[in-house]
């Protein structure tokens, strides 16, 4: 009898076909890496001249997993990785042997109260409902490491929700922070891919005082805006103090290198209630969904 319901495909799928290529029998020939499955071959994956796949695996992995847990937007937090919660920065302060060390850490420890902000920021972005056709908006979205990154993950779970961490490899192994949603922890060898999976749902973004890592990512995406390659959104500067100190943005406009009006690209914050405020006006009168107060 014929089956009255048409295949949706005539091809074995791919998982199928390699799980019959792992029961071959070894022969001169099936040993040989030149019969691997392309796709199964890890020697010819990380071959140098594969480097466009591997940029597009890069790209659409997280990109299709994203879709799939159905997340519209997010909200970015940028910052350090060496700024933790109070009271361990109490324990760093305790621990200095030597004058230098002991400033430093009280230096972090200053700083530590970004970690609680940037907790609590979290928690107001996670607050914001699925819109109608049930898409997550300002998911909250951190490089999964620890400090500033743990507190937004933090965020999120204290709310009872799912939160992302986009982990980068480096030599020194970095590992998700605990409050990452697992099926949302992704990892990557690209910077230029990590950095363009931040941006892609962003509609907002935190920067928390931090070192190389973050001067890249939120210098970046002033530049994006600022030669209109993305559409504005709030970039919210927590801790005006400390990037005045850091970089003098005024100068940049006293020698010409920037207009004026660069300067209006980015806010400064100093507290969770004030970024989400920020955030509020901006998407005033849009339909976002946004829990903002009256």
């Not at 609590?120 to 951190?142: I, T």
């Amino acid at each position: 009898m014929t089956d009255p319901v048409p295949h949706k495909r005539v091809f074995h799928p791919a998982r199928e076909e390699a799980e019959t290529a792992a029961q071959q029998t070894e022969s001169p020939q099936t040993v040989s890496p030149a019969y691997r499955l392309a796709f199964q071959d890890l020697d010819f994956l990380l071959r140098e001249d594969l480097r466009p796949v591997r940029f597009q695996l890069e790209l659409l992995k997280p990109e299709l997993l994203l879709e799939e847990a159905r997340i519209a937007s997010t909200f970015v937090f940028y910052g350090s990785a060496r700024i933790p919660e109070r009271a361990k920065a109490d324990a760093l302060v305790e621990a200095a042997s030597t004058d230098h060390q002991r400033r430093i850490a009280e230096r972090l420890r200053d700083k530590s109260r970004y970690y609680d902000e940037a907790r609590k920021l979290a928690r107001l972005a996670s607050r914001v409902e699925p819109d109608a056709d049930g898409r997550r908006q300002f998911v909250v979205c951190s490089g999964g490491g620890p400090s500033i990154m743990e507190a937004a993950n933090r965020g999120a779970a204290d709310e009872g929700r799912e939160s992302i961490g986009l982990n980068i490899i480096l030599p020194h192994e970095q590992l998700p922070n605990d409050y990452v949603t697992p099926d949302l922890s992704f990892r990557f060898h690209y910077f230029a891919l990590r950095k363009m999976h931040f941006l892609l749902r962003a509609r907002a973004v935190a920067v928390f005082p931090g070192g190389f890592g973050t001067f890249d990512e939120s210098f970046e995406l002033l530049t994006l805006i600022q030669t209109k390659k993305i559409k504005p959104l709030p970039i919210l500067f927590f801790g005006r103090e400390f990037w005045e100190r850091v970089v003098d943005f005024q100068a940049l406009v006293d020698e010409g290198v920037i207009a004026p009006n660069d300067l209006d690209l980015f806010q400064y914050c100093e507290t969770a209630e004030e970024a989400w405020a920020c955030v509020c006006r901006h998407y005033a009168g849009t339909d976002h969904g946004l829990d903002c107060p009256d």
